[in-house]
């Protein structure tokens, strides 16, 4: 019987992340193919992930040190936030736990009883990310000076086509066939409407069973072929432009990413080996493209490498990631500004979805009901995460106040209500984003729990404030006998062209 074919539309990150795990898991009952085009530039601009990525590379037995030299990377502990809530202010939303939750009493209520006591610092203090990262340091597994200390999660800042080219070369090791060219027509099945396959350039042609698209913001499968919609949240995201521009190594690369509000929007810091990621993101209605170049390089630490590069966008999604035998990944299934570096790992949650609800030889409207079900609530989720660091606002220019007075989701206006006046973030089912991550937010951004637990209230104050500062002081001399971020990463995984600059 002859294999189900799988053909991948379009290269990028997307692409060849999908094309390397479907060859890594599938057997010899799949064949996986790969259509893109050198002459059809990606867009690139995701260099900053979350702890998940980590899982991917070891599902996919890629060795660490060789991933980060090979696409000159470093590690990430953290977004900084700047001027978020109000100018001059910022906070970290870091990965990992903060505090000690005390038997079912979730350590944040214990901080509240402190703040009432006035026997708390602030909520960064308790974070051994935080603190790490802020230092500049770096280091992997166990803590050593503490039992009762979490292990440090990190993430990775890394080159977006170094990372394709990575797993382009593993891939192909598994056996996924590449086709140059550019797909010049698209044929469907006279019946079904199904794609039946893609006509390159030269009148070749690529037959296949299930089509996965990833071919960017144009959805040439899901939406140029398949028309199956899209739900714009411009309204909630109002941010519909973007200009990146690399600058030169900086002097130290810090061991978190830095997003810095401004008057229409924010601007990205990314360190990486060899150069620095940076961009601006901004709404078009209140800021013209000259003048958020003109800002953007005049925030730079380091002198550009090359021309910024613009690009053009609409907050949202599919309103149907898997339409007949299609399924959209990467930006032709939706996009979110990567305020939160999440579209990296979005790909990587589309992959599992699709290895999960993998069709046979015919595909069941259940299987893409589910698929779309989960997609949705995933989008939706992570769409009201990003709201709240726009709404949570104090800022005075037109674009900040209208941010702030927009309506939002019920689901959104829940999650606060319920912070505001007892204290409790309640995460859903498969949400992204930890209690942890909204407790961040929430608190860095201003939004303050009138309440707590009521079981908070047993402890005396000297007792909370004993508690406390034994946690703060575990943290400090954990970061103390770190080396530098710099030193960690010479010593285990510098890339070549680092080491010889």
Not at 50 to 67: K, M, V, Y
Not at 387 to 414: G, K, M, V
């Amino acid at each position: 019987m002859e294999p189900i074919r799988i053909v991948v539309a379009g290269g990028g990150t997307a692409g060849w992340m999908t094309a390397a795990a479907l060859a890594r898991f599938l057997g010899t009952d799949f064949r996986v193919q790969l259509v893109e085009s050198q002459e059809i530039g990606t867009v690139g601009v995701g260099e900053a992930t979350i702890p998940q990525i980590r899982l991917f590379n070891q599902s996919l037995g890629i060795d660490e040190d060789a991933f980060v030299a090979a696409t000159q990377a470093t590690f990430k502990l953290a977004i900084e936030f700047v001027g978020w809530g109000a100018p001059g202010e910022r906070y970290m939303h870091a990965f990992g736990d903060i505090g000690r939750d005390s038997g079912l009493l979730a350590f944040h209520h214990t901080w509240l009883r402190g703040v009432r006591e006035s026997v708390a610092g602030p909520l960064a203090d308790y974070s051994l990310n935080n603190l790490a990262a802020l230092a500049d340091r770096m280091q992997r597994g166990p803590a050593r000076t503490a039992k009762a200390l979490p292990e440090m999660p990190y993430a990775f800042h890394f080159d977006a086509g170094l990372y394709a080219a990575f797993l382009r070369q593993f891939a192909e090791a598994k056996g996924v066939v590449r086709h140059e060219g550019r797909i010049v027509d698209v044929r469907r099945d006279g019946e079904s409407g199904d794609v039946a396959a893609l006509v390159l350039d030269g009148e070749r042609v690529i037959a296949g069973d299930l089509f996965i698209d990833c071919t960017g913001f144009r959805g040439l499968l899901i939406e140029q072929t398949l028309r199956a919609g899209y739900e714009d949240w411009t309204k909630w995201l109002p941010c519909d432009r973007a200009i990146a521009v690399p600058s030169a190594r900086a002097a130290a690369f810090t061991p978190y990413t830095r997003a810095t509000a401004h008057g229409a929007g924010w601007q990205w810091r990314i360190p990486l080996q060899h150069r620095t990621g940076n961009g601006i993101v901004y709404s078009s209605e209140h800021l013209s493209d000259d003048e958020a170049a003109a800002r953007l390089l005049a925030n730079l630490d380091t002198k550009p490498l090359a021309d910024p590069r613009p690009l053009r966008f609409t907050t949202g999604k599919r309103r149907e990631f898997w339409k007949n035998n299609v399924i959209a990944v990467g930006l032709a299934s939706g996009f979110m500004e990567p305020l939160e570096s999440t579209s990296i790992h979005m790909i990587q949650s589309a992959v599992q979805r699709i290895l999960k609800l993998l069709p046979g030889r015919g595909v069941t409207q259940g299987q893409r009901d589910e698929y779309n079900r989960q997609a949705d609530y995933e989008y939706d989720r992570i769409r009201d995460f990003l709201i709240l660091h726009y709404i949570a606002n104090r800022r005075d220019e037109p674009f900040w106040r209208s941010a702030r007075a927009a309506d939002i989701p019920d689901t959104l206006a829940h999650k606060i209500e319920l912070w505001r006046g007892a204290g409790q973030i309640v995460r859903e089912g498969d949400e992204l984003f930890t209690e942890v991550g909204w407790l961040q937010v929430l608190v860095g951004q201003g939004i303050m729990a009138s309440a707590h637990h009521p079981v908070a209230d047993g402890p005396t104050a000297a007792q909370i404030a004993e508690y406390l500062d034994l946690i703060v002081k575990l943290n400090q001399r954990e970061v103390a006998q770190m080396p530098t971020h710099e030193d960690f990463v010479a010593r285990h995984c510098a890339a070549p062209q680092a080491v010889a600059a």
